[in-house]
């Protein structure tokens, strides 16, 4: 019994192939990670530029009825 306990057990050679399969999918998933990471990054910029731009473009606009309401206001 006390032997086929132990033909059970993990050998060294099984325990390195298993870390280097382990290695191998942490590797992956670092790859996958950096990929996320990434597009992660250029969809904040997209948003960065487009609240950027509606910004600039929601000022032109209240300057431009700011100048309508002062007009306005001095006609008699």
Same mark, same amino acid.
């Given at each position: 019994?006390?032997?086929? =306990?132990?033909?059970?057990?993990?050998?060294?050679?099984?325990?390195?192939?298993?870390?280097?399969?382990?290695?191998?999918?942490?590797?992956?998933?670092?790859?996958?990670? =950096?990929?996320?990471?990434?597009?992660?990054?250029?969809?904040?910029?997209?948003?960065?530029?487009?609240?950027?731009?509606?910004?600039?473009?929601?000022?032109?606009?209240?300057?431009?009825?700011?100048?309508?309401?002062?007009?306005?206001?001095?006609?008699?």
């Amino acid at each position: 019994m006390v032997a086929r =306990g132990f033909e059970k057990t993990a050998t060294k050679d099984n325990l390195k192939v298993l870390e280097a399969k382990l290695g191998n999918h942490i590797d992956g998933l670092d790859k996958r990670l =950096g990929r996320v990471e990434y597009q992660v990054d250029e969809a904040h910029d997209i948003l960065k530029r487009f609240e950027e731009n509606d910004i600039l473009n929601l000022q032109k606009r209240v300057q431009i009825l700011e100048k309508a309401v002062r007009s306005l206001a001095k006609q008699p």
